[in-house]
T-cell receptor, first 109, second 112 residues
């Protein structure tokens, strides 16, 4: 069961790019890396998932180095509405998928 | 297509009472999970299921029971409610072990 480590909080300003790094030294060969976003009083929402190298979708990019012991979620040009908690998960739901404490991102005007 | 439906949305229990939190999904997903989230904290896994008839414990299973008799439903039972179980409970589903998970809107439970 790979454990993840993320910064507790980050601050940014509107229009900036935000990079949140997650460490997962014990990642297994079959594990995927998945990021979720959570707003207050709502359930988490899927952002992006990857296995290696780089994955990009309409809202974010995910960078995974060759050793896969860390990953970086990149949010381009953040806005106030990106203020949320971001969770990095490693593993699969058939093997007890657990959330850590997450990173609380605050975007300021 | 409702997705993941949790009922009730809010509940107040007295210490020692029992109740069942309902979770239903219409996406035909095999994987279902229950999490609790205490104020200002991350989600903690209570129980999960990889298919009908199969359940397993997560990191905080004590005081909770689950069953999975159908693909669609995954109820969470509180056997004897305690104030420490005051929390927001989320149900999640996923098509496979590696796919995107979908979460319900949560059940806010207060035990007095």
């Amino acid at each position: 069961l790979a454990k993840t480590t993320q910064p507790i909080s980050m601050d940014s300003y509107e229009g900036q790019e935000v990079n949140i790094t997650c460490s997962h030294n014990n990642i297994a060969t079959n594990d995927y890396i998945t990021w979720y976003q959570q707003f207050p009083s709502q359930g988490p929402r899927f952002i992006i998932q990857g296995y290696k190298t780089k994955v990009t979708n309409e809202v974010a990019s995910l960078f995974i180095p060759a050793d896969r012991k860390s990953s970086t979620l990149s949010l381009p040009r953040v806005s106030l509405s990106d203020t949320a908690v971001y969770y990095c998960l490693v593993g699969d739901y058939g093997n007890d998928m657990r959330f850590g404490a997450g990173t609380r991102l605050t975007v300021k005007p | 297509n409702a997705g993941v439906t949790q009922t009730p949305k809010f509940q107040v229990l007295k210490t020692g009472q029992s109740m069942t939190l309902q979770c239903a999904q219409d996406m035909n997903h095999e994987y279902m999970s229950w999490y609790r989230q205490d104020p200002g904290m991350g989600l903690r896994l209570i129980h999960y299921s990889v298919g009908a008839g199969i359940t397993d414990q997560g990191e905080v299973p004590n005081g909770y029971n689950v069953s999975r008799s159908t693909t669609e439903d995954f109820p969470l039972r509180l056997l004897s409610a305690a104030p420490s179980q005051t929390s927001v409970y989320f149900c999640a589903t996923a098509r496979t072990g590696y796919s995107e998970a979908f979460f319900g809107q949560g059940t806010r439970l207060t035990v007095v």
